[in-house]
């Protein structure tokens, strides 16, 4: 029954909407704190996964990485490299930002063969 999904590649945009609503109920109405950044990655990283799950992509192994630095106006560059196949598997991602800090969540979806 689950096979039919082995062509159809995960659907970045229904999780990257997933990931916003994650990251801006976890996050709205905080100010960057140091000690508090480290649980919140673990939460928001938690959160999304199970979003993620529940969208009904149980085929798909699930890596979901979370950054939450101070905003100062600085830039900021993230990087990855994957192997993967690019008919099914895919990856998407959100950055929340407000005075204090930014915040960014990316979920990679692997197919499970």
Not at 72 to 95: E, P
């Amino acid at each position: 029954k689950q096979w039919y999904q082995r062509r159809v590649a995960i659907t970045a945009g229904i999780v990257k909407e997933a990931i916003q609503e994650v990251v801006t109920e976890q996050l709205k109405g905080k100010e960057y704190d140091p000690e508090q950044a480290p649980a919140w990655c673990k939460t928001i990283t938690e959160a999304v996964k199970e979003k993620v799950k529940s969208l009904g992509m149980d085929r798909y192994k699930l890596a979901v990485n979370v950054v939450i630095g101070e905003q100062r106006g600085q830039g900021i560059k993230v990087g990855c490299r994957c192997f993967w196949d690019s008919d099914t598997d895919n990856y998407a991602q959100h950055l929340y930002m407000n005075e204090t800090m930014f915040c960014l969540a990316t979920a990679f979806g692997v197919f499970f063969y």
